[in-house]
């Protein structure tokens, strides 16, 4: 089922507006939800528009997650078995966790706000929440100093629009899918660093990916053949034994 489709059965806990905008950067989040139907239609949901989203299922899960996984967000219930939300937020905190967390609930009474707030959270959605508004929140948490993304990102005459998803090189455009365009923006900002496979595939799948699977090599050809078929230099290069780089300068015995 699309995200952008009501399920049959109506989520007592979301509202889906049509359309929902694509118009995400590529991170891995970390969504933390009892509830397996809620969890797996935000998870579905956020995954179409670039996400790699990892579920934890209680507490104790979520902080055993956090700690082995490298998140850039994360979608925390308050009420959850093991330990509720405000104790791993908590947690996450004295830990060192430094990632932007939106907890998520359905109490709405101002105390239990302020206690999510106080507890270590940047931002606080009740439930029900449109869906529209959840990608919104977790747009403006990734737009916080910490992590400032620019609008426009460019190497060489590769040019992408990270709110519009669009991506053109020579003036052309390039029609991507979620995840080439979720791992061409990995690549583009980290343009001349080398991202080996373990990384790529922290930030750009989430945990179900394979690590003796070829879907990162795979997905490196397809850009290849999408970018650096044209007459322009290439921009995708291989570091044997380390990984890919993105950069318009030339590599030594480049594959």
Not at 86 to 91: L, P
Not at 182 to 199: D, I, K, S, T, W
């Amino acid at each position: 089922m699309s995200a952008l489709e009501t399920p049959s059965h109506p989520l007592p806990f979301i509202v889906l507006s049509s359309p929902i905008p694509h118009n995400k950067s590529s991170v891995r989040i970390l969504l933390v939800e009892d509830e397996s139907r809620v969890a797996g239609f935000v998870a579905r949901g956020l995954r179409e528009n670039a996400y790699a989203v990892d579920i934890a299922a209680d507490g104790e899960q979520a902080l055993y997650l956090a700690s082995v996984n490298e998140y850039d967000l994360v979608i925390l219930d308050c009420m959850l078995p093991l330990k509720d939300g405000h104790a791993v937020c908590r947690e996450l905190r004295g830990s060192g966790f430094r990632a932007p967390i939106l907890m998520l609930t359905a109490l709405d009474a101002i105390d239990d706000r302020v206690a999510g707030l106080d507890s270590g959270a940047d931002d606080y959605l009740p439930k029900p929440f449109d869906f529209k508004e959840l990608l919104a929140r977790l747009r403006a948490l990734q737009r916080r100093p910490r992590d400032v993304r620019p609008a426009i990102l460019r190497v060489d005459d590769l040019v992408l629009n990270t709110a519009s998803h669009a991506a053109s090189r020579g003036g052309k455009p390039v029609s991507l899918t979620a995840k080439e365009y979720a791992l061409l923006e990995f690549l583009v900002l980290n343009q001349g660093r080398v991202a080996g496979r373990e990384r790529i595939a922290q930030h750009v799948w989430d945990d179900n990916f394979d690590p003796f699977s070829n879907v990162i090599d795979v997905y490196i050809k397809r850009l290849r053949a999408k970018l650096d078929a044209g007459p322009g230099r290439r921009l995708i290069h291989t570091r044997r034994g380390e990984g890919y780089i993105l950069s318009a300068s030339p590599e030594p015995g480049d594959d």
